[in-house]
């Protein structure tokens, strides 16, 4: 099978609200602008960007898996018909 590569866009952006400023940060899909994921947060420094990355990057590497077993079966099906 080929190998599933997946295109990112990182998103820092500061947000006016009731309480003062807000830090907006996600991780968006290049190919279906899903927004993989987001937080909110009041200081953004180093480690919060990090974590964010850390959690973007799991929940990709769910993404692949589950494609990657969707693929499989697909294959399978096609076997067997």
Known sequence: ???M???TTIVLQQVRMILGW???SGVL???SRYIITRELFISMSAAVVQE???QATLQILKISRL??????K???HFRHS
Do not use: G, H, P, R
């Open 67 to 72: 494609f990657m077993l969707n693929m499989v």
């Open 74 to 76: 697909i294959a399978c």
């Open 5 to 7: 590569t997946i295109s």
């Open 22 to 24: 807000y830090n907006f």
């Open 29 to 31: 899909d290049d190919y």
């Open 52 to 54: 964010l990355l850390d």
């Open 1 to 3: 099978m080929s190998q």
